[in-house]
């Protein structure tokens, strides 16, 4: 059993040390983002009307679920953006996918220039998610 042991712990250990040499760094989601078929999108990271940031982006993610889901979207639809007093709303047919406020585009400009960036990313990764449709912004 010793010598078993010995045997099995001489390939653990180098490829231990050749994991820690290499600088492997695992890294790992973060909640609060909002990815589609394979488009990141961004990162939700303030609060609102209630909502913590990963509340808001589990909500998101289930109207993208919700759009991926839906027959009416198959071939593709338009992606909208639309001012809402000082917010910004992000739009596929008739579901609402982003509520852009104030708070989100601090540092970015307004709320209407990061609402059309995220409607932009949206619809590339709509697409991609569902190939053979076309998602416009």
Known sequence: MVKLLRRLAAPVLVTALIAVASGTNTVFAD?????VGGV???TIKQPSRGYSPEQRATE???R??????????????????????P???????????????PA?????????????RWAA????G??????GSTFHF
């Open 126 to 131: 709509l697409s991609k998610a569902l190939p």
């Open 60 to 62: 998101i993610t289930k």
């Open 31 to 35: 909640a609060r983002d909002i990815s």
């Open 121 to 124: 990313l949206l619809s590339e």
């Open 64 to 85: 993208i679920t919700e759009i991926l889901s839906a027959p009416e979207f198959r071939q593709g639809a338009v992606v909208a953006v639309n001012q809402n007093g």
């Open 40 to 42: 990141y999108i961004t």
């Open 87 to 101: 917010d910004a709303l992000v739009s596929v047919g008739k579901i609402l996918v982003f509520t852009v406020t």
């Open 104 to 116: 989100d585009a601090t540092g970015s400009g307004t709320t209407l220039y990061v609402a059309k």
